[in-house]
């Protein structure tokens, strides 16, 4: 069973999207805001997936989960002079292996 941290560590807010070619994606939701929790749980399987989106198609590794991400307002994540302790899982392309 995985332990979620109550102390917010990272806050990820709505972007605008433009990828190589130009094309502007605007935002859909200027309210979405994350907020990423740090979690600790067991080993997890890691397949290698294809993701395709709005800028192309590749192929990924996931990394061991670390984060909790839950929609949240702004104001409940203030953390004055801390910084965050933990970075997003990252994804690794088997070509830069």
């Known amino acids: 069973m995985p332990a979620i941290s109550p102390i917010a560590v990272i806050h990820c807010n ?5 990828p190589p070619d130009g094309q502007v994606f605007p935002l859909t939701n200027p309210n979405a805001h994350l907020a990423c929790f740090p979690i600790s749980a067991p080993t997890q399987p890691t397949p290698t997936v294809v993701v395709t989106n709005q800028f192309g198609s590749a192929t990924l590794i996931p990394s061991q989960p670390n984060l909790f991400a ?3 307002g702004r104001a409940s994540l203030a953390r004055p002079g801390r910084p ?7 994804t690794t392309s088997p070509a830069t292996r």
């Open 70 to 72: 839950s929609r949240r």
């Open 14 to 18: 709505p972007t605008v999207k433009i």
């Open 84 to 90: 965050p302790r933990r970075r997003l899982a990252s």
